[in-house]
């Protein structure tokens, strides 16, 4: 957007033992000021565009949807057809997958899709400082009952929620625990969703 201003007003000097103070006609006070009264209203208009161009958009919520891709943390999760899934047998698994997120968004909100038919199944969604040995910070996450689920949860955390990629990693967890064994024993989670406020 282009904001132009160009000055209107131009003084006339008056000239001594020449010029007599009027308030009336082309050379008066009245004329004077009221032409200065035009610039100024001129200026607050000029203002005004400028402090329009200079406004940022209202933040707009923006979904990321991710195909889990789950590295192992100690119980590995199966890959089958673009999900993942508890192994038969086994009772346990729990890995973590990397965030790429714009810097400066703010995560509103958590979504996991998939099925259960027993176990504790909890899905998180971490920052951690980029000095080594730094804690992980909780910023959202989900406990995921049985049967099919599709569950949000918004984020409570403040500003934890507000993307710092120049001093933070962000990553999300998938654990597994207490889960049934047998054939008929399917754990599957099918995606993972995140809403962010992007500025």
């Not at 033992?17 to 000029?46: C, I, K």
């Not at 161009?53 to 979904?63: D, E, I, N, Y």
């Not at 999300?172 to 993972?192: I, K, M, N, W």
Request: glycine content about 8%.
């Amino acid at each position: 957007m282009s904001v132009n201003y160009t000055p209107a007003f131009r003084h006339k000097d008056w000239i001594d033992n020449v010029d007599r103070v009027r308030a009336a006609g082309d050379n008066g006070f009245n004329a004077r000021f009221h032409a200065l009264e035009a610039e100024f209203a001129t200026l607050s208009q000029v203002i005004a565009k400028v402090n329009e161009a200079l406004q940022l958009p209202a933040p707009r919520p923006v979904k990321f949807t991710l195909t889990p891709a789950l590295i192992t943390l100690t119980d590995p999760w199966e890959h089958v057809s673009g999900a993942v899934s508890k192994p038969i047998g086994s009772s346990a698994a729990s890995g973590m997958m990397s965030l790429s997120l714009p810097h400066r968004a703010t995560i509103t909100e958590l979504r996991a899709c998939g099925r259960k038919k027993g176990g504790n199944l909890f899905v998180n969604v971490y920052r951690q400082n980029l000095a080594a040995g730094s804690a992980q910070e909780l910023i959202v996450g989900l406990t995921l009952g049985n049967g099919p689920f599709d569950t949000s949860n918004a984020v409570t955390s403040g500003d934890r929620a507000k993307v710092d990629n120049d001093n933070y990693r962000y990553y999300l967890t998938a654990e597994l625990d207490s889960a049934p064994t047998g054939p008929d024993s399917a754990v599957q989670l099918t995606c993972f969703q995140l809403t962010c406020l992007t500025p």
